[in-house]
């Protein structure tokens, strides 16, 4: 039997700041809003002033600074008080090591290196290190024969500056601090060594999240021990499941957690490429909903507007800097650059399992007929040697070419195999070394294969997601997590067809439109759409603004730009520091380990400008006054489409009102929950609040369609699309989900360009309709959206026999 799903979620993030006791006194709210579930970010112990919670430290307990075991007490009872359902975070991939004294299980690990209780618990290549941890913490690379500067005996444990670690039993003997380093189980080395001489996984390239074998049946239980309690004592109804695609088997682990939780509803953070179908087989309702986000933005944009802002993009091109012909050439760049620069060591970690498992000579022995075998040592048939350099530069280029983020053997080795192709297409030299790994990597029981899918992921995240979507800049509301920025726009007819698939195959699953995780929040996009009806007036804008403040850098002026028209109004603070990681991300002009410093002084000079010039602030205020309302009208499109289509819409923190965050941590600022309380209770007292600057449209139709779907079970199980009649009929779009018909507008220039709505109407099945946001009722045989869209672009409709 299905594990009960949520109607709806509200994502709080638990921090030190806002703990599990606020968000115990922030359920009534929540309530209220009309969402079903109270959906939490991580809570187990995390690294100090963690405010996100992925750090985790400590797997048997709820984070002290987030309200411990009794704040989670007291949230869980405010929400079952309510009848609300609780979901919350887990991080089941990785843990946090930068300050190993409260590491427990690294710094037992680092004490008794391969004779510690938890050496099975962490993925260590000993033989690499020579036996220690390497630890890239270091300054400089160590001269032999000289101290290191900074490391001191203290007591039992050695310091380097802040850093602190243990000294192993028997190795106190006397001796300097660099001496008694030496005798340790782990190595302190240059922190820029750690691209390609690391011998631990990582969550992605941060080597403060190193890697946990969850795979393994002891470290399942030790670090699901409080999660396990969760269930047993009914302090929670289901999970969401971080990066599932570093895990050695999903599916394996997915199986785990359904017998832990009974059943429960289970939720993956799984980034679909394309069309790429989940799994079938997991154990899951779905995933957390980066698919369907894509699906609501691009039913917004405007088609028409693509070729002319290719247009603008290519004339930005330079000699030194030419544009990529498509965003799939771009990503073979930069996920090749990934590859070959901070996820180096894992390449080399692939290789190492290639060689040390005989695997390659034996595959390349049958491929050319020979009989070269496991045992074999040097060369196999085909004359390719696994420590050769062409080996690595192989595997880089599988990761490079890999379609999708990961494959689940033997499931998915059509991706592999179409990899193969590419690669060779790009690189025919490496075709020999490819057809000689290729068998290895096949092969779901070789250690190779599996470590090459859980890195394959890790390089299209920071591939794409981390650089390329800060590089492919023509219209940046699509350069957004768990989407395809190749994929300008759909049509309506696509829209709808999607939904169905959804329906069909994950009706529980969750629907997004901002996270945590997102490059930009929600209305921040919805804004920015609006430039794809005007690519003309957007691309003299962009000319004039690069005049008054040039840059010196095409893209990453296309970028901060449209930037600052979509979060705007924006204080001078945020923008400053979402220009620095922007363009450190974009790593074309300044990067984070080689700051260009000259660059990044003009950078700052261009926000700067935003405030200080002018002549930048009319230009800005000249276009922001053609797109702030039709943002505003795509903003409450794209909440009821989310809101009401198939699937368990999330609502992220505050996104009840303007969502206009940037990238994190941006996207993880305090929310004022008493401001948004006094405005529903004015909505809920009569307001009709008009679309402005206040967000209060927004929270009006938030919540009406939240309590709809929470409170009348008997709709949104079905779906049929709507086709409305009439001149502008292009411009809506309409679906009934079982008695509740939703009505969206879509690009609302073009239909203010148009004269309005005009003759176009719906006609509907039922002699009465009432609209639950504004309570009008109009005549459901015919309804004029001349009408019903008068007040409101959007409007949710039920039987006034149902209202």
């Not at 949230?75 to 843990?95: E, F, K, Q, S, Y």
């Not at 039913?299 to 012909?325: F, H």
């Amino acid at each position: 039997m299905p594990a009960p799903a949520p109607k709806s979620t509200y994502r709080v993030q638990i921090t030190p700041s806002f703990t599990l006791d606020d968000a115990a006194a922030t359920a009534d709210y929540i309530h209220d809003l009309g969402a079903d579930w109270l959906y939490f970010s991580p809570l187990l112990k995390a690294e100090k002033g963690s405010d996100h919670g992925y750090d985790v430290v400590d797997h048997s307990l709820v984070d002290p600074d987030r309200g411990g075991a009794a704040g989670l007490d007291e949230a869980v009872a405010a929400a079952r008080a309510l009848g609300l359902g609780v979901l919350i975070d887990i991080v089941p991939n990785h843990v946090g090591v930068a300050t190993p004294t409260i590491s427990g299980w690294w710094w037992d690990l680092l004490k008794n290196g391969r004779s510690s209780a938890f050496a099975s618990y962490f993925d260590v290549d000993w033989s690499f290190g020579g036996g220690k941890v390497r630890i890239p913490v270091l300054g400089s690379a160590p001269v032999a024969g000289e101290e290191i500067e900074g490391l001191e005996i203290v007591g039992d444990e050695l310091h380097y500056y802040d850093n602190v670690y243990p000294i192993a039993p028997g190795t106190e003997a006397p001796g300097s601090p660099t001496e008694v380093l030496a005798r340790q189980h782990y190595e302190l080395m240059d922190w820029r060594r750690a691209d390609d001489k690391l011998n631990y996984r990582r969550f992605f390239a941060v080597n403060s999240l190193a890697g946990i074998r969850v795979e393994e049946q002891v470290v399942f239980d030790d670090s699901h021990v409080e999660i396990a309690r969760w269930f047993r004592e009914g302090l929670a109804d289901g999970l969401r499941i971080d990066h599932p695609d570093g895990l050695r088997d999903p599916e394996v682990y997915l199986e785990r957690l359904a017998t832990l939780t009974s059943n429960g509803y289970v939720l993956v953070e799984k980034i679909l490429e394309g069309r790429e179908p989940l799994p079938s087989s997991w154990a899951t309702a779905g995933t957390t909903g980066y698919d369907a986000l894509a699906d609501f933005d691009r039913v917004l944009v405007d088609p028409a507007g693509q070729a002319a802002l290719d247009a603008l993009d290519e004339a930005s091109a330079t000699a030194d800097r030419p544009v990529p012909s498509s965003f799939e050439s771009l990503i073979h760049t930069t996920k090749r650059g990934i590859a070959d620069g901070i996820l180096r060591s894992e390449v080399l970690r692939i290789q190492r399992d290639l060689a040390a498992s005989g695997a390659l000579d034996g595959a390349a022995g049958a491929l050319a007929g020979g009989a070269a075998g496991p045992g074999a040592s040097g060369p196999g048939a085909s004359g390719i040697d696994a420590h050769d350099d062409s080996v690595a530069d192989a595997i880089a280029e599988l990761l490079t070419c890999f379609p999708v983020y990961r494959s689940y053997l033997p499931l998915g080795l059509n991706q592999l195999e179409a990899a193969a192709a590419l690669s060779v297409s790009h690189r025919p030299e490496l075709a020999a070394s490819i057809e000689a790994i290729l068998p290895a990597l096949s092969d779901a029981s070789n250690e190779a294969a599996r470590r090459f899918q859980q890195t394959s992921g890790m390089v299209m995240a920071k591939g794409v997601e981390d650089t390329a979507f800060y590089r492919y800049n023509r219209l940046t509301s699509l350069n957004e997590v768990g989407a395809d920025p190749g994929e300008f726009a759909v049509d309506v007819a696509e829209f709808h067809r999607r939904q169905v698939m959804r329906l069909r195959n994950y009706p529980n699953a969750m629907t997004t439109l901002s996270t945590h995780d997102t490059k930009r929040g929600e209305d921040t996009r919805a804004r920015i759409s609006v430039i794809s009806e005007l690519p003309a007036e957007w691309a003299s804008t962009l000319q004039q603004l690069r005049t008054l403040a040039p840059l010196g850098d095409a893209q990453l002026e296309n970028l901060l730009w449209q930037a600052v028209i979509g979060a705007w109004p924006a204080s001078r603070e945020r923008l400053h520091a979402y220009a620095e990681k922007a363009s450190r991300e974009a790593g074309d002009s300044t990067g984070w380990l080689d700051v260009n410093e000259a660059f990044e002084e003009k950078m700052h000079a261009l926000i700067d400008s935003v405030f200080d010039s002018p002549a930048v602030a009319d230009v800005l205020s000249a276009f922001i006054s053609k797109v702030e309302q039709p943002g505003w009208s795509n903003s409450l499109s794209l909440k009821l489409l989310q809101l009401t289509a198939p699937g368990s819409p999330d609502v992220y923190q505050g996104s009840e009102l303007w969502e206009t965050s940037l990238v994190d941590p941006d996207n993880r600022r305090p929310v004022d929950y008493a401001k948004r309380r006094a405005l529903l209770a004015s909505i809920d007292g009569g307001l009709r609040p008009a679309i402005d600057q206040t967000g209060a449209a927004k929270l009006l139709v938030t919540s009406r369609a939240l309590r709809l779907k929470r409170d009348r079970p008997g709709f949104f199980q079905g779906y049929r699309p709507l086709v409305a009649s009439g001149s502008a009929s292009a411009h809506v779009v309409a679906f009934d989900r079982d008695s509740a018909v939703t009505v969206a507008t879509r690009l609302p220039v073009g239909l203010a360009a148009a004269g309005g709505w005009g003759d176009t109407c719906l006609d509907l099945d039922v002699d009465r309709v009432v609209d639950v946001i504004t309570g009008r009722s109009f005549d459901g045989s015919r309804v004029m959206l001349s009408e019903l869209l008068d007040e409101y672009p959007v409007a949710l409709l039920v039987p006034a026999t149902e209202a």
